[in-house]
């Protein structure tokens, strides 16, 4: 069989899916680059601090993309079939669960920050600048947990562009934010690493207040509306049981062992903690192109099955697959082009230097693997209805391969920065491998 559709219309929709969701991920990346670079200039104490909190929040952020997920494997299918009533339904149910998670979220970070931050390191200094940071952090959850999920919805029935203006607004905001209350311009305190929470906190109200604002009182495709939220779910709730759950599930374990890799970097020291967050941006900016495949091929594969096209989704499920293969490699030879440039924007000591140096070679390697993985795992598979495997795949590798081996290499063998990242990286390459052979079988093929 042809590995590429042949079909010009296929590779519209997909730049037409892709290309927004792609610029909008440029925008993410670019508020983190700006929080990261700024902290930076204070040292490694704040810049570590921030990314081992910003490790408890990615747990938040990961199951929102559970929840957001697992629904638009529903929403995508019946948008495909014109089933608009039952689509309500599932945004309802999607909106009532992130409300009470978010809820609990912020409780919980509000009550222990001390405590949820030696989870991640002894280090007493990152501790007390990690709960100033977690002091307006905590208010964000709620604001994320609602306009990300909305936007995952949103986007399963083709409306793309919104959730971009949003970021990009948002990014000129964080920014701006962040230089007044970061440095202490316009008058306002010198803040340090609260003032970076404090302008996070501020651009996701505006994210929720655009976002939201357009899902119940604009949109014309679906016409959800306020009023919707007290409709009636149970007809749907089955459903939302077998195609949702899973995802949730796997992504909420997907997000605790990636916590174990922080907590396993946080042990290794501040040094390499520092070294993981300059790399992790690398990786993120290098790889925004794969993100747009991956949401295109999960939203086009469940409106074609949505349309009992199974034969035309595998074929679509071949060409993503070898898309993701394509955009891997041109990732792995970008980072390794412009890692010493990168590097060189920190204000970092000699040794954080060098174990950057090691992380992003293992990351140039690894991202070839993960791109694949990302593709199949957050898009075909998924918008295919195969939850139950996802959610073996996502977090049976990380568990017996990926955490222990990163316990061996960092904490016992102290192997150098290269081994360390591939061994905590290693169940990308397993799982690209496993998803491959599942795409090839056909057995991911599910229609609601």
């Not at 009533?85 to 979220?105: C, D, E, G, Q, W």
Request: glycine residues 8%; aromatic residues 12%; proline residues 3%.
């Amino acid at each position: 069989m042809q590995i590429f559709v042949r079909d010009k219309e296929f590779y519209k929709r997909i730049a037409t899916i892709a290309i927004p969701v792609t610029l909008q991920s440029l925008v993410t990346i670019g508020i983190n680059m700006a929080d990261t670079i700024m902290l930076g200039s204070f040292g490694e104490s704040q810049l570590s601090a921030s990314a081992l909190a910003n490790q408890f929040l990615s747990l938040f952020h990961i199951l929102c993309m559970g929840i957001g997920g697992g629904a638009a494997v529903m929403t995508a299918q019946y948008w495909g079939k014109g089933d608009i009533p039952s689509l309500k339904r599932v945004i309802t149910l999607m909106h009532r669960i992130i409300f009470t998670v978010a809820i609990v979220f912020m409780i919980v970070t509000l009550l222990f920050p001390g405590q949820i931050m030696r989870i991640y390191t002894p280090d007493s200094e990152l501790i007390e600048n990690g709960k100033q940071y977690f002091s307006y952090m905590a208010f964000t959850y709620l604001f994320l947990g609602l306009s990300l999920t909305s936007t995952i919805a949103l986007r399963s029935f083709g409306v793309v562009n919104i959730p971009l203006f949003s970021s990009i607004l948002s990014l000129l905001i964080n920014v701006f934010c962040n230089w007044v209350f970061i440095f202490g311009n316009l008058g306002a305190p010198p803040m340090e690493i609260a003032g970076a929470a404090l302008a996070t906190l501020i651009a996701r109200i505006f994210e929720f207040v655009f976002i939201c604002g357009y899902l119940f009182f604009y949109d014309e495709r679906v016409q959800y509306r306020i009023k919707d939220i007290k409709m009636q779910c149970k007809s749907i709730i089955n459903e939302y049981i077998t195609y949702s759950v899973p995802v949730i599930i796997s992504d909420m374990l997907l997000a605790l062992g990636n916590n174990a890799v922080a907590i396993i970097m946080g042990r290794i020291g501040p040094n390499f903690v520092s070294a993981n967050a300059i790399a992790s941006v690398t990786v993120q900016f290098t790889t925004v192109a794969n993100h747009g495949l991956a949401n295109a091929s999960g939203i086009i594969t469940g409106n074609t099955l949505g349309k009992k096209e199974t034969d035309k989704a595998y074929r679509q499920g071949v060409t993503f697959f070898a898309l993701s293969a394509i955009i891997g490699c041109i990732a792995s030879v970008i980072i390794m082009i412009i890692n010493p440039y990168v590097i060189g924007f920190y204000n970092i000591t000699s040794e954080t230097v060098e174990i950057a140096k090691g992380l992003m070679m293992a990351v140039a390697v690894n991202v070839i693997f993960s791109s694949i993985a990302s593709v199949m795992t957050k898009g075909v598979l998924r918008g295919g209805g195969d939850t139950r495997f996802l959610m073996v795949a996502d977090i049976l590798f990380l568990w017996i391969a990926s955490v222990p081996l990163g316990i061996l290499t960092g904490l016992v063998l102290r192997l150098p920065p290269f081994f360390i990242y591939s061994a905590l990286r290693i169940d990308t390459v397993i799982k690209s491998l496993w998803c491959i052979k599942r795409l090839v079988s056909k057995k991911w093929i599910r229609t609601i």
